[in-house]
């Protein structure tokens, strides 16, 4: 089956630090993989996202690139911010015919704090 | 371009009540998703509605159910409510077709509370 585990926190950093956090998945397909972020109180947003292996996707200066071979999509940043602050989500669509289009498997979601 | 709005933001129920959560879709968007976090958890799919049918659902009982409107907006009922269903209920919507790589569009949620 589907399932997508993600590096537990929470995580708490300070300004301009290395942000690495974790992500495996297990698909029976071809996935697309996703990273969402939630800021409090909000819903969730699409951060970044890869349809293809060895793609890299980048958005607001966090990356995660797709990697088939270790089954990884792991978020890094180079230097965070106090605006940095929520809860990240990593995230595979099953893609392909035959799949529910709207169905994406979640893992369980990391806090972020970074302190000034 | 209008987001994905949801209605109530929050409410109080008591066990073996009904409630209805609504949701409206991004524009141009035709399928709407219906997804429930638990509180420290991640979003779990409930189900997905495109062309007014239900379209895949998840590990959820009967008493969840749902409807899709013509103009692609959505409910999702939850009847004989019971304590473990207390949790965000968030809506997504996107656009079925070619290309599409499943990116989904979500709303700010309801949050639910049985007491």
């Known amino acids: 089956g589907n399932s997508v585990t993600q590096m537990e926190g929470p995580v708490t950093l300070s300004e301009e630090a290395f942000l690495t956090i974790n992500c495996t998945y297990t698909?029976?397909?071809?996935?697309?993989l996703f990273w969402y972020v939630q800021y409090p109180g909000e819903g969730l947003q699409l951060l970044l996202k890869?349809?293809?292996?060895?793609v890299k996707g980048s958005n607001k200066g966090f990356e995660a690139t797709y990697r088939k071979e270790t089954t990884s999509f792991h978020l890094e940043k180079g230097s965070v911010q106090v605006s940095d602050s929520a809860v990240y989500f990593c995230?595979?669509?099953?893609?392909?015919?035959?799949?529910?289009?709207?169905?994406?498997?979640f893992g369980r979601g990391t806090q972020l704090t970074v302190w000034p | 371009e209008t987001g994905v709005t949801q209605s109530p933001t929050h409410l109080i129920k008591t066990r073996g009540q009904q409630v209805t959560l609504r949701c409206s879709s991004q524009s141009g968007h035709n399928t709407v998703s219906w997804y429930q976090q638990a509180l420290g958890q991640g979003p779990q799919f409930i189900f997905q509605y495109y062309r007014e049918e239900e379209n895949g659902r998840g590990n959820f009982p009967p008493r969840f159910s749902g409807l899709q409107f013509p103009n692609y907006s959505s409910e999702l009922n939850v009847n004989a409510l019971e304590l473990d269903d207390s949790a965000l209920y968030l809506c997504?919507?996107?656009?079925?077709?070619?290309?599409?790589?499943?990116?989904?569009?979500f709303g700010e949620g309801s949050r639910l509370t049985v007491l």
């Open positions: 698909a029976t397909g071809y996935p697309s």
């Open positions: 890869a349809t293809k292996a060895d």
């Open positions: 997504a919507s996107s656009r079925a077709g070619r290309g599409n790589t499943g990116e989904l569009f």
């Open positions: 995230a595979l669509s099953e893609g392909g015919r035959g799949s529910t289009l709207g169905r994406l498997y």
